[in-house]
T-cell receptor
Framework: DAGVIQSPRHEVTEMGQEVTLRCKPI?????LFWYRQTMMRGLELLIY????????DSGMPEDRFSAKMPNASFSTLKIQPSEPRDSAVYFC???????????????FGPGTRLLVL | RKEVEQDPGPFNVPEGATVAFNCTYS??????FFWYRQDCRKEPKLLMS???SGNEDGRFTAQLNRASQYISLLIRDSKLSDSATYLC??????????FGTGTRLQVTL
């Protein structure tokens, strides 16, 4: 199994530009999660999907952030316009189930390191 | 108060030592508990789930104390390769996982 795949691995952009992060979850996993990690705030859940439907987006910082999951094998996280404070590592994770003890392990992708200048 | 709190460390211990981390959570309705390990510049990976009765996996023991709302991770006979950041994670009724900010462990010769 290839695991969770994220692209790009690194992104450097200028303030005001649009940034699109991509994620391919593990095949067969029903849940997909987007996290952001910074030194100051740690790992924060931004949004998660169940069967391609957004369930909880309360962690999305503001309207500049949007996420979609058009099908079971692909999700995007978009920041438009980007700002320097968006610089962080963005992780995508997937799990088979959620709320089922023993079957809800989240598998993380390698992350996208975003730097907004 | 944060939902999940951990001592950030770092914990510097010699090889062979026993080290313990605690993690407190604020939501008494939390259902599932986990310890993840994160190496420098890598993604978090599940180390152990934490069950009510406590569980052990080799040198690692995880315990849950619902009354005091904390989980613990004990590492015995520390190895250099155990050096990493250990994140606790808690899921509640809202069905989302909340992570602590992590405790950094450095095992030295």
């Amino acid at each position: 199994d290839a695991g969770v795949i994220q692209s790009p691995r690194h992104e450097v952009t200028e303030m005001g530009q649009e940034v699109t992060l991509r994620c391919k979850p593990i095949s067969g996993h029903d849940y997909l999660f987007w996290y952001r990690q910074t030194m100051m705030r740690g790992l924060e859940l931004l949004i998660y999907f169940n069967n391609n439907v957004p369930i909880d987006d309360s962690g999305m910082p503001e309207d500049r952030f949007s996420a979609k999951m058009p099908n079971a094998s692909f999700s995007t996280l978009k920041i438009q316009p980007s700002e320097p404070r968006d610089s962080a590592v963005y992780f995508c994770a997937s799990s088979l189930f959620f709320g089922s003890p023993g079957e809800e392990t989240q598998y993380f992708g390698p992350g996208t390191r975003l730097l907004v200048l | 108060r944060k939902e999940v709190e951990q001592d950030p460390g770092p914990f510097n211990v010699p090889e062979g030592a026993t080290v313990a981390f605690n993690c407190t959570y604020s939501n008494s309705a939390s259902q599932s508990f986990f310890w993840y390990r994160q190496d420098c510049r890598k993604e978090p990976k599940l180390l152990m789930s934490v069950y009510s009765s406590g569980n052990e996996d080799g040198r690692f023991t995880a315990q849950l104390n619902r009354a005091s709302q904390y989980i613990s991770l004990l590492i015995r006979d520390s190895k250099l390769s155990d050096s990493a950041t250990y994140l606790c994670a808690v899921s509640g009724t809202a069905s989302k996982l909340t992570f602590g900010t992590g405790t950094r462990l450095q095992v030295t010769l």
